[in-house]
């Protein structure tokens, strides 16, 4: 079931808490740029995600954001999606390979829209997303960053979205009950000699139809010699009884990215995954226990860390208990060892617990939110040692 779109206050209010800092370090304006797989800052502050072609938001430290898209086709796409009132073409954000415009498509260069957006010189340009956002663009600036201090400023978009508000827990928690119910759906139909890509298709077909639009990455199914992978694939491998095999699924829903992993196998599972499975449980039961508003992000992580530690893994980890997640299924707020934050009301984390011993490799993870007593689990199906 799809819920009703957010309303256009929500967008409203998230412009204004990037406009406040704005103006707290004397920025003049935010550019952030978004595509189809890292769409989630121009769905962030307009509601729209280009695929195809591209798009910048423009976020004036006063006034009105803009949305900047290519044309003419992806124009129209986001004056039908975008909440926001002013949207502009600019020709560099059109697809790799454009057709021939008939009629031919005109747009306007970043420098004349950013400058009509802040209504003044520059002297202080915010980019985020910096580690994609293309140069292009910013020669495409041109006369309008001459002198001025270009500064990147990912961390604005991250602080703006690391406490969701009330408005958004509803599709949240839709994103991750039906990651669940797909879960649920591709456990109870898994056989041995199934191939990786039919189990993924459960998942995959039990999301679509439970209302999710997509997924916020791709999902997979690894088994056997393909399980110390951290990121994989589904291949044609068929499965087999008695060897661990981990399903990776997600549902995005409305913009939301639900996440959820688990480890499994028919019949006996290989004693050394099953250890590595019996301390990931460990670990995340004692992150969802831990994880509560007040407390510091790095002491979660010092005993987690303690927890490996105890049984010799220590080193067959990549990253800490949980990150935050909203509308990227990493979205900031890692709890490491250097994190500076403390955790509050309404933060929403996966807990990611990752394991490999070089032979085995498995990931359990679950979505939590917190709240004013402690979190909410959204997500918990089996959370357990799983031989089916």
């Not at 927890?307 to 909203?326: M, V």
Request: aromatic share 10%; hydrophobic share 40%; charged share 25%.
């Amino acid at each position: 079931m799809r819920l009703d779109p957010l309303p256009s206050s929500e967008f409203d209010r998230r412009v204004k808490v990037v406009q406040k800092e704005l103006q707290t370090r004397g920025i003049d304006v935010l550019l952030g740029y978004s595509s189809e797989n890292e769409s989630a800052t121009s769905r962030y502050f307009t509601g729209f995600w280009p695929f195809f072609d591209f798009a910048v938001v423009v976020i004036p430290s006063k006034g009105d954001a803009v949305l900047v898209t290519g044309g003419p086709e992806s124009l129209e796409f986001a004056q039908e999606f975008s909440t926001v009132p002013v949207i502009k073409v600019n020709p560099l954000l059109v697809e790799t390979s454009p057709p021939e415009w008939v009629p031919e498509v005109s747009g306007e260069s970043m420098e004349k829209i950013v400058l009509d957006a802040v209504g003044k010189k520059l002297r202080k340009i915010g980019i985020a997303n910096w580690n994609i956002f293309p140069h292009i663009l910013l020669e495409d600036l041109g006369k309008a960053a001459a002198g001025a201090e270009i500064v990147v400023v990912d961390d604005i978009v991250l602080k703006a979205q690391s406490v969701k508000s009330d408005v958004e827990i509803p599709y949240i928690i839709e994103a991750y009950k039906i990651t669940e119910q797909a879960m649920r759906k591709a456990l109870e139909q898994a056989r041995p000699g199934m191939r990786e890509w039919e189990l993924e298709a459960i998942a995959r077909a039990e999301m679509i139809t439970a209302g999710a639009e997509g997924t916020p990455y791709p999902a997979w199914v690894c088994s056997g010699p393909t399980t110390p992978l951290s990121l994989c694939r589904s291949t044609n491998r068929a499965v087999k009884e008695n060897e661990l095999i981990q399903f990776t699924f997600g549902a995005k829903f409305m913009g939301y990215c639900g996440n959820m992993c688990r480890a499994f196998s028919f019949g006996t599972m290989p004693p050394p995954a099953r250890k590595l499975l019996e301390v990931a449980l460990e670990a995340v039961s004692y992150t969802i226990d831990t994880v509560k508003p007040g407390i510091e992000a790095t002491s979660v992580f010092d005993g987690y860390y303690n927890i490996l530690a105890g049984y010799g893994y220590e080193n067959s980890t990549l990253y800490g208990p949980a990150h935050g997640t909203g509308h990227s299924e990493v979205e900031g707020l890692w709890l490491a060892k250097e994190a500076d934050f403390t955790i509050e009301p309404n933060m929403l984390f996966n807990v990611d617990i990752w394991l490999c011993d070089g032979t085995y490799g498995l990931r359990i993870e679950d979505g939590i939110l917190t709240t004013k007593a402690g979190v909410r689990e959204l997500t918990g199906y089996r959370r357990e040692v799983i031989e089916l």
